[in-house]
């Protein structure tokens, strides 16, 4: 069994500062990581995704995201954000060498404040 | 490319009822995945078809059931509806070939509310 852990519910960030959106997982066996953006009324988004490799992820709109095995976290950053990141992020883990089976967080609302 | 359509975008529905809920992946995808989303227990894995067979499937009720058809469009059913039923179904597509590794890519979900 696998599970996803986002600390954070809601993250309030004035805008052009930085962020972190922290995500740790919980698996019996090796798993990918994957971040989704959900805007409102819309369906989720891939931001970014680990499978295998250099351990710091680069995504789409200067997301990225570091794969710490040890710690088993997979925080998301971004280095100055902008009003329009305001959204729900969601965290995810799916199982190697399995099927399309994906364990989603609870969700991390990022707003930001102009 | 057209993007993942999901039909309809809103239902509104009575407790005991039943709804289906439709699907049309990405042209070329084989695989298609449903999830639930409510606010209180989040993105809930439902289901996933393959080649019109499920391949995989989440801890729902019996009451859930979908099916794929030749062209990979995806039906998902809910018999008996519940008011605990009422949430946003979103469904996933992927090629499906490279199995978990693959890009899910989401519709905008349908919102189902059951009175």
């Known amino acids: 069994a696998q599970s996803v852990t986002q600390l954070d519910s809601q993250v309030p960030v004035f805008e052009e500062a930085p962020v972190e959106l922290r995500c740790n997982y919980s698996?019996?066996?090796?798993?990918?990581l994957f971040w989704y953006v959900q805007y409102p009324n819309q369906g989720l988004q891939l931001l970014l995704k680990y499978l295998s490799g250099s351990t710091l992820v680069k995504g789409i709109n200067g997301f990225e995201a570091e794969f710490n095995k040890s710690q088993t976290s997979f925080h998301l950053r971004k280095p100055s954000v902008h009003i329009s990141d305001t959204a729900e992020y969601f965290c995810a883990v799916s199982q190697r060498g399995g099927y399309q089976k994906v364990t989603f967080g609870t969700g991390t609302k990022l707003q930001v404040i102009p | 490319k057209a993007g993942v359509t999901q039909t309809p975008r809103y239902l509104i529905k009575t407790r005991g009822q039943q709804v289906t809920l439709s699907c049309s992946p990405i042209?070329?995808?084989?695989?298609v995945s449903w999830y639930q989303q409510t606010p209180g227990q989040g993105l809930q894995f439902l289901f996933e078809y393959f080649s019109e067979t499920q391949r995989n499937k989440g801890n729902f009720p019996g009451r859930f059931s979908g099916r794929q058809f030749s062209n990979s469009r995806s039906e998902m059913n809910v018999s008996t509806l519940e008011l605990g039923d009422s949430a946003l179904y979103l469904c996933?597509?992927?090629?499906?070939?490279?199995?978990?590794?693959?890009?899910?890519?989401f519709g905008p979900g349908t919102r189902l509310t059951v009175l």
């Open positions: 698996s019996s066996v090796s798993v990918y």
């Open positions: 996933a597509s992927s090629l499906g070939s490279s199995g978990s590794t693959d890009t899910q890519y």
């Open positions: 042209s070329g995808h084989r695989s």
